[in-house]
């Protein structure tokens, strides 16, 4: 069994950025895809980015493309996701997910979660 536990989350001004890290304990998930998602108040868990295990494909939503970045290091077995020119819109509590079967962008496909870490960006 793999548990994950994020971490990085926190209170920034709209445009600052802030980094999360996912790192796993129990056994490794270097060899899975990993990802990104999101939950605000009152919406449904929403994709965010996926990467491969390997790192060679990431995946990203149209509405933090170009603003977050997704990465994985197999050698500290975690996966960070970077998250610049935050708006408020991006205030959520973030969750990382591991070993997707299937589509990486769809939450119902991914085997294990973290227990998620809050981001609130103030305008």
């Known amino acids: 069994q793999v548990q994950l536990v994020e971490s990085g989350g926190g209170l920034v001004q709209a445009g600052g950025s802030l980094r999360l890290s996912c790192a796993a304990s129990g056994r490794t998930f270097s060899g899975y895809g990993k990802g990104w998602f999101r939950q605000a108040p009152g919406k449904e868990r929403e994709f965010v980015a996926a990467v491969t295990w390997n790192g060679d494909t990431t995946y990203y939503a149209d509405s933090v493309k170009g603003r977050f970045t997704i990465s994985t290091d197999n050698a500290k077995d975690t996966v960070s996701l970077q998250m610049n020119s935050l708006k408020p819109e991006d205030t959520a509590v973030y969750y990382c997910?591991?070993?997707?079967?299937?589509?990486?962008?769809?939450?119902?496909?991914?085997?294990?979660w973290g227990q998620g870490t809050q981001v609130t960006v103030s305008s």
């Open positions: 997910a591991a070993n997707p079967v299937g589509s990486p962008t769809n939450p119902y496909r991914y085997n294990y």
